[in-house]
Protein backbone atom coordinates (compact mmCIF):
# COMPACT_ATOMS: atom_id res chain seq x y z
CA UNK A 1 0.00 0.00 0.00
CA UNK A 2 3.14 2.19 0.80
CA UNK A 3 4.44 1.91 -2.52
CA UNK A 4 0.35 2.50 -4.18
CA UNK A 5 1.13 5.51 -2.36
CA UNK A 6 4.10 7.07 -3.56
CA UNK A 7 3.21 5.85 -7.49
CA UNK A 8 0.09 8.37 -6.80
CA UNK A 9 1.98 10.88 -5.62
CA UNK A 10 4.99 10.93 -8.60
CA UNK A 11 2.05 10.65 -11.06
CA UNK A 12 0.13 13.97 -9.56
CA UNK A 13 3.97 15.27 -9.45
CA UNK A 14 4.20 14.54 -13.45
CA UNK A 15 1.06 16.07 -14.11
CA UNK A 16 1.76 18.57 -12.61
CA UNK A 17 5.11 19.46 -14.12
CA UNK A 18 3.47 18.85 -17.57
CA UNK A 19 0.33 21.55 -16.79
CA UNK A 20 3.13 24.39 -15.39
CA UNK A 21 5.21 23.76 -18.53
CA UNK A 22 2.15 23.94 -20.99
CA UNK A 23 1.00 27.11 -18.48
CA UNK A 24 4.62 28.29 -19.33
CA UNK A 25 4.77 27.46 -23.06
CA UNK A 26 1.34 29.16 -23.37
CA UNK A 27 2.52 32.27 -21.34
CA UNK A 28 5.41 32.57 -23.53
CA UNK A 29 3.40 32.31 -26.97
CA UNK A 30 0.42 34.61 -25.56
CA UNK A 31 1.73 37.33 -27.31
CA UNK A 32 1.12 35.41 -30.67
CA UNK A 33 -2.10 34.12 -31.49
CA UNK A 34 -0.94 31.88 -34.07
CA UNK A 35 1.78 30.18 -31.42
CA UNK A 36 -0.98 29.97 -29.03
CA UNK A 37 -3.15 26.81 -30.35
CA UNK A 38 0.64 25.34 -30.87
CA UNK A 39 1.42 25.18 -27.35
CA UNK A 40 -1.86 23.86 -26.41
CA UNK A 41 -1.60 21.12 -28.85
CA UNK A 42 2.00 20.57 -27.44
CA UNK A 43 0.64 21.18 -24.20
CA UNK A 44 -1.90 18.42 -24.32
CA UNK A 45 0.63 15.90 -26.47
CA UNK A 46 2.91 16.08 -23.00
CA UNK A 47 -0.09 15.65 -21.00
CA UNK A 48 -0.82 12.57 -22.85
CA UNK A 49 2.47 11.15 -22.54
CA UNK A 50 2.87 11.94 -18.82
CA UNK A 51 -0.74 10.52 -18.45
CA UNK A 52 0.56 7.02 -20.30
CA UNK A 53 3.79 7.00 -18.73
CA UNK A 54 2.27 7.24 -14.85
CA UNK A 55 -0.41 4.43 -15.57
CA UNK A 56 2.54 2.07 -16.69
CA UNK A 57 4.08 3.14 -14.12
CA UNK A 58 1.63 2.84 -11.43
CA UNK A 59 0.88 -0.94 -12.81
CA UNK A 60 4.56 -2.06 -12.73
CA UNK A 61 4.47 -0.53 -9.15
CA UNK A 62 1.17 -2.69 -8.33
CA UNK A 63 2.83 -5.75 -10.18
CA UNK A 64 5.96 -5.52 -7.62
CA UNK A 65 3.70 -4.69 -4.54
CA UNK A 66 1.69 -7.84 -5.48
CA UNK A 67 5.09 -9.86 -5.58
CA UNK A 68 6.19 -8.77 -2.19
CA UNK A 69 3.10 -9.38 -0.80
CA UNK A 70 2.97 -13.24 -1.92
CA UNK A 71 6.89 -13.36 -1.03
CA UNK A 72 6.08 -11.94 2.75
CA UNK A 73 2.97 -14.24 3.07
CA UNK A 74 5.25 -17.42 1.82
CA UNK A 75 7.73 -16.16 4.94
CA UNK A 76 5.59 -15.68 7.20
CA UNK A 77 3.53 -19.32 6.53
CA UNK A 78 7.07 -20.83 6.87
CA UNK A 79 7.65 -19.27 10.24
CA UNK A 80 4.69 -20.26 11.52
CA UNK A 81 5.53 -23.80 10.70
CA UNK A 82 8.93 -23.32 12.44
CA UNK A 83 7.01 -22.01 15.12
CA UNK A 84 4.81 -25.13 15.62
CA UNK A 85 7.19 -27.95 15.14
CA UNK A 86 9.47 -26.19 17.95
CA UNK A 87 6.29 -25.92 19.96
CA UNK A 88 5.79 -29.76 19.54
CA UNK A 89 8.92 -30.36 20.55
CA UNK A 90 8.64 -27.95 23.49
CA UNK A 91 5.53 -29.88 24.26
CA UNK A 92 7.03 -33.82 24.01
CA UNK A 93 10.28 -32.37 26.42
CA UNK A 94 7.61 -31.36 28.95
CA UNK A 95 6.05 -34.28 28.73
CA UNK A 96 9.55 -36.70 28.95
CA UNK A 97 10.43 -34.21 32.06
CA UNK A 98 7.02 -34.45 33.89
CA UNK A 99 7.55 -38.63 33.14
CA UNK A 100 11.23 -38.22 35.08
CA UNK A 101 10.07 -36.54 37.80
CA UNK A 102 7.57 -38.97 38.91
CA UNK A 103 9.73 -41.51 38.33
CA UNK A 104 12.28 -39.61 40.88
CA UNK A 105 9.70 -39.26 43.42
CA UNK A 106 8.40 -42.72 43.28
CA UNK A 107 11.94 -43.37 43.73
CA UNK A 108 12.33 -41.10 46.42
CA UNK A 109 9.72 -42.48 48.59
CA UNK A 110 10.80 -46.41 48.13
CA UNK A 111 14.52 -44.78 49.65
CA UNK A 112 12.72 -42.94 52.51
CA UNK A 113 10.70 -46.02 53.51
CA UNK A 114 14.45 -47.78 53.28
CA UNK A 115 15.95 -45.25 54.99
CA UNK A 116 13.17 -45.95 57.77
CA UNK A 117 13.92 -49.75 57.90
CA UNK A 118 17.78 -49.14 57.96
CA UNK A 119 17.08 -46.94 61.03
CA UNK A 120 14.93 -49.17 62.89
CA UNK A 121 17.50 -51.95 61.96
CA UNK A 122 20.22 -49.76 63.46
CA UNK A 123 18.24 -48.93 66.58
CA UNK A 124 17.90 -52.45 66.85
CA UNK A 125 21.81 -53.29 66.49
CA UNK A 126 22.50 -50.53 68.77
CA UNK A 127 20.25 -52.02 71.88
CA UNK A 128 22.02 -55.18 70.73
CA UNK A 129 25.32 -54.24 71.35
CA UNK A 130 24.63 -52.49 74.54
CA UNK A 131 23.15 -55.50 75.71
CA UNK A 132 26.41 -57.39 74.59
CA UNK A 133 28.26 -54.64 76.46
CA UNK A 134 27.01 -55.16 79.62
CA UNK A 135 27.31 -58.70 79.15
CA UNK A 136 30.60 -58.83 78.23
CA UNK A 137 31.86 -56.11 81.28
CA UNK A 138 29.58 -58.39 83.67
CA UNK A 139 31.75 -61.88 82.39
CA UNK A 140 35.16 -59.85 82.33
CA UNK A 141 34.22 -57.72 85.37
CA UNK A 142 36.45 -54.90 83.45
CA UNK A 143 34.74 -50.97 82.41
CA UNK A 144 35.18 -50.65 79.12
CA UNK A 145 37.81 -48.06 79.58
CA UNK A 146 40.39 -50.49 81.51
CA UNK A 147 39.64 -52.67 78.61
CA UNK A 148 40.59 -49.77 76.66
CA UNK A 149 43.51 -48.83 78.80
CA UNK A 150 44.57 -53.13 78.35
CA UNK A 151 43.84 -53.10 74.52
CA UNK A 152 45.66 -49.97 73.83
CA UNK A 153 48.87 -51.32 76.00
CA UNK A 154 49.18 -54.41 74.31
CA UNK A 155 48.95 -52.97 71.17
CA UNK A 156 51.61 -50.74 71.61
CA UNK A 157 54.03 -52.97 73.08
CA UNK A 158 53.49 -55.43 70.00
CA UNK A 159 53.45 -52.11 67.27
CA UNK A 160 56.86 -51.22 69.03
CA UNK A 161 57.99 -54.46 68.86
CA UNK A 162 56.89 -54.44 64.71
CA UNK A 163 58.51 -50.98 64.32
CA UNK A 164 61.44 -51.94 65.86
CA UNK A 165 61.75 -54.94 63.28
CA UNK A 166 60.44 -52.78 60.28
CA UNK A 167 63.64 -50.56 61.07
CA UNK A 168 66.02 -52.87 61.42
CA UNK A 169 64.55 -54.24 58.38
CA UNK A 170 64.40 -51.22 56.15
CA UNK A 171 67.68 -49.90 57.56
CA UNK A 172 69.73 -53.15 56.90
CA UNK A 173 68.54 -53.32 53.38
CA UNK A 174 69.21 -49.32 53.26
CA UNK A 175 72.61 -49.81 54.17
CA UNK A 176 73.11 -52.85 51.99
CA UNK A 177 72.18 -51.26 48.67
CA UNK A 178 73.56 -47.94 49.88
CA UNK A 179 77.05 -50.04 50.54
CA UNK A 180 76.52 -51.97 47.55
CA UNK A 181 76.29 -48.47 45.27
CA UNK A 182 79.02 -46.75 47.11
CA UNK A 183 81.08 -49.43 46.91
CA UNK A 184 81.28 -49.61 43.20
CA UNK A 185 81.70 -46.32 43.13
CA UNK A 186 84.68 -45.68 45.19
CA UNK A 187 86.37 -48.96 44.07
CA UNK A 188 85.74 -47.65 40.25
CA UNK A 189 87.38 -44.16 41.59
CA UNK A 190 90.30 -45.47 43.22
CA UNK A 191 91.14 -48.31 40.93
CA UNK A 192 91.70 -45.69 38.30
CA UNK A 193 93.98 -44.00 40.32
CA UNK A 194 96.70 -45.78 41.70
CA UNK A 195 98.74 -43.38 43.47
CA UNK A 196 102.06 -45.19 45.86
CA UNK A 197 101.44 -45.18 49.30
CA UNK A 198 103.11 -42.67 51.26
CA UNK A 199 107.01 -42.71 52.07
CA UNK A 200 109.00 -39.94 52.85
CA UNK A 201 107.62 -36.84 54.82
CA UNK A 202 109.13 -33.02 54.64
CA UNK A 203 112.22 -34.09 57.34
CA UNK A 204 113.96 -31.39 59.19
CA UNK A 205 117.18 -32.96 59.72
CA UNK A 206 120.57 -32.06 57.62
CA UNK A 207 123.11 -35.14 57.21
CA UNK A 208 126.67 -34.11 58.19
CA UNK A 209 129.66 -35.82 56.36
CA UNK A 210 131.20 -35.62 59.81
CA UNK A 211 131.06 -34.52 63.33
CA UNK A 212 133.67 -31.74 62.84
CA UNK A 213 131.12 -29.80 60.91
CA UNK A 214 129.21 -29.28 63.84
CA UNK A 215 131.45 -26.99 65.36
CA UNK A 216 132.08 -24.92 62.06
CA UNK A 217 128.23 -24.47 61.86
CA UNK A 218 128.21 -23.27 65.63
CA UNK A 219 130.91 -21.11 65.08
CA UNK A 220 133.03 -18.69 67.12
CA UNK A 221 130.96 -17.86 70.22
CA UNK A 222 128.08 -19.66 68.25
CA UNK A 223 128.15 -16.16 65.57
CA UNK A 224 127.44 -18.70 62.79
CA UNK A 225 124.49 -20.32 64.08
CA UNK A 226 123.00 -17.17 65.36
CA UNK A 227 123.26 -15.68 61.71
CA UNK A 228 121.59 -18.96 60.54
CA UNK A 229 118.97 -18.60 62.68
CA UNK A 230 118.16 -14.96 62.39
CA UNK A 231 118.31 -15.18 58.58
CA UNK A 232 115.86 -17.98 58.37
CA UNK A 233 113.34 -17.92 61.16
CA UNK A 234 114.20 -21.48 62.23
CA UNK A 235 115.73 -23.07 65.48
CA UNK A 236 118.89 -25.34 64.91
CA UNK A 237 119.48 -28.07 67.22
CA UNK A 238 122.82 -29.71 67.46
CA UNK A 239 123.19 -32.42 69.93
CA UNK A 240 124.64 -35.58 70.34
CA UNK A 241 122.81 -37.37 66.87
CA UNK A 242 126.05 -38.48 65.23
CA UNK A 243 126.68 -36.46 61.87
CA UNK A 244 123.51 -35.14 61.56
CA UNK A 245 121.70 -31.35 62.30
CA UNK A 246 117.99 -31.32 63.55
CA UNK A 247 116.39 -28.11 62.28
CA UNK A 248 112.94 -26.95 63.83
CA UNK A 249 110.32 -24.21 62.84
CA UNK A 250 106.76 -24.05 62.73
CA UNK A 251 106.39 -23.22 58.88
CA UNK A 252 107.53 -26.31 56.49
CA UNK A 253 108.63 -23.83 53.74
CA UNK A 254 111.46 -22.05 56.53
CA UNK A 255 112.17 -25.44 57.11
CA UNK A 256 112.70 -26.28 53.70
CA UNK A 257 114.77 -23.24 53.24
CA UNK A 258 117.06 -23.56 56.29
CA UNK A 259 117.61 -27.45 55.16
CA UNK A 260 118.70 -26.39 51.22
CA UNK A 261 120.51 -23.12 52.52
CA UNK A 262 122.31 -25.90 55.02
CA UNK A 263 122.97 -28.30 53.30
CA UNK A 264 124.71 -25.76 50.63
CA UNK A 265 126.75 -24.40 53.72
CA UNK A 266 128.29 -28.24 54.32
CA UNK A 267 128.85 -28.51 50.73
CA UNK A 268 130.58 -25.26 50.19
CA UNK A 269 132.81 -25.47 53.30
CA UNK A 270 133.02 -21.58 53.49
CA UNK A 271 130.85 -21.24 56.44
CA UNK A 272 130.37 -17.35 57.83
CA UNK A 273 127.99 -14.57 58.38
CA UNK A 274 127.80 -13.35 54.91
CA UNK A 275 127.96 -16.71 53.11
CA UNK A 276 125.08 -17.92 55.42
CA UNK A 277 122.73 -14.55 54.36
CA UNK A 278 123.91 -15.24 50.73
CA UNK A 279 123.23 -19.09 50.54
CA UNK A 280 119.67 -18.16 52.41
CA UNK A 281 118.93 -16.04 49.72
CA UNK A 282 119.44 -18.67 47.11
CA UNK A 283 117.64 -20.96 48.57
CA UNK A 284 114.79 -19.08 49.37
CA UNK A 285 114.74 -17.85 45.66
CA UNK A 286 114.74 -21.91 44.92
CA UNK A 287 111.58 -22.64 47.37
CA UNK A 288 109.99 -20.00 45.93
CA UNK A 289 110.20 -21.33 42.29
CA UNK A 290 109.50 -24.52 43.39
CA UNK A 291 106.16 -23.50 44.91
CA UNK A 292 105.34 -22.21 41.37
CA UNK A 293 106.28 -24.80 39.66
CA UNK A 294 104.25 -27.14 42.35
CA UNK A 295 101.23 -25.29 42.28
CA UNK A 296 101.08 -25.10 38.32
CA UNK A 297 102.30 -28.91 38.01
CA UNK A 298 98.96 -29.54 39.97
CA UNK A 299 96.97 -27.27 38.46
CA UNK A 300 97.99 -28.78 35.46
CA UNK A 301 97.76 -32.50 36.46
CA UNK A 302 94.15 -31.76 37.46
CA UNK A 303 92.82 -30.58 34.61
CA UNK A 304 91.64 -27.05 35.92
CA UNK A 305 92.93 -23.82 34.31
CA UNK A 306 92.15 -20.56 35.07
CA UNK A 307 93.25 -20.31 38.98
CA UNK A 308 94.64 -16.93 40.64
CA UNK A 309 98.43 -16.85 40.60
CA UNK A 310 97.95 -16.65 44.53
CA UNK A 311 96.12 -19.42 44.61
CA UNK A 312 98.42 -21.57 43.11
CA UNK A 313 101.27 -20.36 45.36
CA UNK A 314 99.34 -21.65 48.62
CA UNK A 315 98.69 -24.66 46.50
CA UNK A 316 102.75 -24.83 45.85
CA UNK A 317 103.36 -24.49 49.27
CA UNK A 318 101.46 -27.54 50.13
CA UNK A 319 104.51 -29.62 49.04
CA UNK A 320 106.59 -28.92 52.28
CA UNK A 321 103.36 -29.28 54.33
CA UNK A 322 102.63 -32.89 55.84
CA UNK A 323 99.85 -34.34 58.14
CA UNK A 324 100.00 -37.98 60.10
CA UNK A 325 102.65 -38.11 57.56
CA UNK A 326 100.77 -37.60 54.73
CA UNK A 327 101.97 -35.15 51.75
CA UNK A 328 99.62 -32.54 51.22
CA UNK A 329 100.47 -31.63 47.98
CA UNK A 330 99.88 -35.23 47.15
CA UNK A 331 97.35 -35.41 48.69
CA UNK A 332 95.12 -32.57 47.55
CA UNK A 333 95.99 -34.26 43.78
CA UNK A 334 94.60 -37.76 44.94
CA UNK A 335 91.68 -36.08 46.30
CA UNK A 336 90.94 -33.87 43.18
CA UNK A 337 91.47 -36.88 40.74
CA UNK A 338 88.86 -39.19 43.09
CA UNK A 339 85.88 -36.44 43.37
CA UNK A 340 86.38 -35.80 40.07
CA UNK A 341 85.69 -39.60 39.29
CA UNK A 342 82.96 -39.92 41.62
CA UNK A 343 81.11 -36.76 40.45
CA UNK A 344 81.60 -37.98 36.44
CA UNK A 345 79.49 -41.29 38.02
CA UNK A 346 77.00 -39.76 39.63
CA UNK A 347 76.28 -36.73 36.90
CA UNK A 348 77.62 -34.15 38.89
CA UNK A 349 79.78 -31.29 38.42
CA UNK A 350 82.86 -33.12 37.34
CA UNK A 351 85.09 -28.97 37.18
CA UNK A 352 83.48 -28.11 40.71
CA UNK A 353 84.64 -31.42 42.64
CA UNK A 354 87.73 -31.40 41.02
CA UNK A 355 88.53 -27.86 42.17
CA UNK A 356 86.74 -28.34 45.51
CA UNK A 357 89.20 -31.48 45.98
CA UNK A 358 92.70 -29.51 44.92
CA UNK A 359 91.74 -26.83 47.20
CA UNK A 360 89.76 -28.16 50.35
CA UNK A 361 93.37 -28.31 52.36
CA UNK A 362 94.15 -24.76 51.25
CA UNK A 363 94.13 -23.22 54.53
CA UNK A 364 97.17 -25.83 56.01
CA UNK A 365 99.58 -23.90 53.40
CA UNK A 366 99.03 -20.44 56.12
CA UNK A 367 97.14 -21.82 59.06
CA UNK A 368 99.91 -21.33 61.27
CA UNK A 369 100.23 -17.40 60.47
CA UNK A 370 96.06 -16.81 60.40
CA UNK A 371 93.82 -17.45 63.12
CA UNK A 372 91.39 -20.19 62.70
CA UNK A 373 90.92 -23.34 61.37
CA UNK A 374 92.33 -24.68 57.87
CA UNK A 375 88.91 -24.85 56.20
CA UNK A 376 87.33 -21.69 57.37
CA UNK A 377 90.68 -19.88 56.50
CA UNK A 378 91.17 -21.37 52.59
CA UNK A 379 87.68 -20.88 51.71
CA UNK A 380 88.42 -17.14 53.03
CA UNK A 381 91.26 -16.85 50.98
CA UNK A 382 89.36 -18.48 47.85
CA UNK A 383 86.16 -16.60 47.68
CA UNK A 384 89.02 -13.42 48.45
CA UNK A 385 90.16 -14.57 44.89
CA UNK A 386 87.18 -15.11 42.90
CA UNK A 387 86.76 -19.03 43.39
CA UNK A 388 83.21 -20.09 42.10
CA UNK A 389 81.19 -20.51 45.39
CA UNK A 390 80.45 -24.20 45.13
CA UNK A 391 83.97 -24.62 45.90
CA UNK A 392 84.45 -22.10 48.03
CA UNK A 393 81.63 -24.01 49.93
CA UNK A 394 83.24 -27.85 49.47
CA UNK A 395 86.49 -25.97 51.10
CA UNK A 396 84.41 -24.76 54.03
CA UNK A 397 82.41 -27.41 55.12
CA UNK A 398 84.56 -30.39 54.30
CA UNK A 399 85.04 -31.11 58.17
CA UNK A 400 81.09 -30.22 58.65
CA UNK A 401 82.21 -26.27 59.90
CA UNK A 402 79.71 -24.71 57.82
CA UNK A 403 76.46 -26.31 56.18
CA UNK A 404 76.94 -28.55 52.65
CA UNK A 405 75.12 -26.61 49.96
CA UNK A 406 75.42 -28.52 46.94
CA UNK A 407 76.20 -32.47 45.91
CA UNK A 408 80.02 -31.39 45.05
CA UNK A 409 80.52 -30.61 48.96
CA UNK A 410 79.49 -33.98 50.09
CA UNK A 411 81.70 -35.43 47.03
CA UNK A 412 84.52 -33.96 47.86
CA UNK A 413 84.43 -34.97 51.51
CA UNK A 414 84.01 -38.19 50.34
CA UNK A 415 87.13 -38.33 48.01
CA UNK A 416 88.91 -36.43 51.48
CA UNK A 417 88.29 -39.37 53.34
CA UNK A 418 89.16 -41.94 50.70
CA UNK A 419 92.50 -39.72 50.13
CA UNK A 420 93.65 -40.13 53.98
CA UNK A 421 92.16 -43.21 55.06
CA UNK A 422 93.60 -45.70 52.54
CA UNK A 423 96.17 -48.16 53.63
CA UNK A 424 99.15 -46.98 54.05
CA UNK A 425 98.09 -43.01 53.44
CA UNK A 426 98.91 -41.51 57.00
CA UNK A 427 100.55 -42.20 59.85
CA UNK A 428 99.26 -42.05 63.67
CA UNK A 429 101.70 -41.19 66.81
CA UNK A 430 100.82 -43.75 69.30
CA UNK A 431 99.15 -40.72 71.92
CA UNK A 432 96.98 -39.93 69.45
CA UNK A 433 95.74 -43.06 69.14
CA UNK A 434 95.47 -43.86 73.05
CA UNK A 435 93.68 -40.49 73.38
CA UNK A 436 91.33 -41.02 70.17
CA UNK A 437 90.24 -44.57 72.04
CA UNK A 438 89.60 -43.05 75.09
CA UNK A 439 87.78 -40.52 73.62
CA UNK A 440 85.42 -42.83 71.96
CA UNK A 441 84.72 -45.20 75.25
CA UNK A 442 83.91 -41.64 76.94
CA UNK A 443 81.61 -39.99 74.69
CA UNK A 444 79.71 -43.77 74.72
CA UNK A 445 79.85 -43.71 78.38
CA UNK A 446 78.12 -40.43 78.42
CA UNK A 447 74.77 -41.76 77.41
CA UNK A 448 72.04 -43.23 79.51
CA UNK A 449 71.63 -46.71 79.69
CA UNK A 450 75.05 -47.61 78.79
CA UNK A 451 76.35 -49.75 81.12
CA UNK A 452 80.10 -50.86 79.49
CA UNK A 453 81.91 -49.53 76.09
CA UNK A 454 84.76 -50.71 74.20
CA UNK A 455 86.82 -49.19 71.79
CA UNK A 456 87.99 -52.29 69.11
CA UNK A 457 89.99 -52.73 66.00
CA UNK A 458 92.33 -49.59 66.79
CA UNK A 459 89.45 -47.23 67.24
CA UNK A 460 87.84 -48.25 64.10
CA UNK A 461 84.57 -49.94 66.22
CA UNK A 462 83.12 -48.97 69.46
CA UNK A 463 80.69 -51.99 70.91
CA UNK A 464 78.08 -50.56 73.58
CA UNK A 465 76.47 -52.71 76.15
CA UNK A 466 73.14 -51.50 77.65
CA UNK A 467 71.06 -52.18 80.68
CA UNK A 468 67.73 -53.92 78.88
CA UNK A 469 65.52 -52.60 81.23
CA UNK A 470 66.38 -48.97 80.37
CA UNK A 471 66.84 -49.49 77.10
CA UNK A 472 64.21 -51.44 74.65
CA UNK A 473 65.21 -52.46 70.56
CA UNK A 474 63.63 -49.22 69.18
CA UNK A 475 65.56 -46.94 71.94
CA UNK A 476 68.81 -49.16 70.80
CA UNK A 477 68.90 -48.00 67.13
CA UNK A 478 68.08 -44.18 68.17
CA UNK A 479 70.99 -44.65 70.65
CA UNK A 480 73.69 -45.71 67.96
CA UNK A 481 72.36 -42.65 65.74
CA UNK A 482 72.96 -40.75 68.26
CA UNK A 483 75.92 -41.82 69.65
CA UNK A 484 77.43 -42.06 65.96
CA UNK A 485 76.48 -38.16 65.59
CA UNK A 486 78.44 -37.04 68.73
CA UNK A 487 81.51 -38.77 67.40
CA UNK A 488 81.10 -36.90 64.07
CA UNK A 489 80.51 -33.54 65.90
CA UNK A 490 83.03 -33.83 68.51
CA UNK A 491 86.22 -35.94 67.20
CA UNK A 492 88.64 -35.88 63.89
CA UNK A 493 89.07 -39.36 62.74
CA UNK A 494 90.61 -41.18 59.55
CA UNK A 495 88.09 -43.39 58.04
CA UNK A 496 84.81 -44.58 59.31
CA UNK A 497 83.72 -45.53 63.16
CA UNK A 498 81.52 -48.26 63.49
CA UNK A 499 78.92 -48.18 66.71
CA UNK A 500 77.28 -51.73 68.26
CA UNK A 501 74.67 -51.58 70.51
CA UNK A 502 74.04 -54.70 72.33
CA UNK A 503 71.01 -54.94 74.13
CA UNK A 504 71.18 -58.49 75.74
CA UNK A 505 68.04 -60.23 78.05
CA UNK A 506 68.50 -62.81 80.17
CA UNK A 507 66.04 -64.69 82.24
CA UNK A 508 67.20 -66.95 85.13
CA UNK A 509 65.61 -69.19 87.59
CA UNK A 510 65.97 -72.13 89.89
CA UNK A 511 64.64 -75.24 90.42
CA UNK A 512 64.04 -75.84 93.84
Known sequence: ?????????????????????????????????SRRLQAEQEARKIL???TEQAQTTLKEAEERARAIQDESEQAALRRRRELDREDERLQRRREDLDKRLERMELR??????????????????QKLEAQRLEELQRIAQ???DEAKAELLAAVEQEARSDMARIIRQVEAEAREEADNRARDVIALAVQRLASEHVSEISVSVVPLPSDEMKGRIIGRAGRNIRAFEIATGVDVVVDDTPEAVTISSFDPVRREVAKRALAKLVVDGRIHPARIEKLVEDARAEVEAIIREEGERAAYETGIPGLHPEILKL??????????????????IETAHIAGMIAAELGADVMIAKTGGLLHDLGKAIDHEVEGTHALIGADYAKRYGVHPKVVNCIASHHHEVEQECVEAYIVEAADAIS????????????TYIKRVKTLEEIANTFEGVEQSYALQAGREVRIIVRPEQVDDLSAL??????????????QYPGQIKVQVIRETRAVDYAK
Open 315 to 332: LGRLKFRTSYGQNQHAHA
Open 1 to 33: MELGNSLLLLVDFLIGAALGAAALIFYQNSRGA
Open 108 to 125: EQNLNKRQSRLDKQQNDL
Open 478 to 491: RLAREIARKIEETM
Open 420 to 431: GARPGARRESLE
Open 142 to 144: MTV
Open 48 to 50: DRA
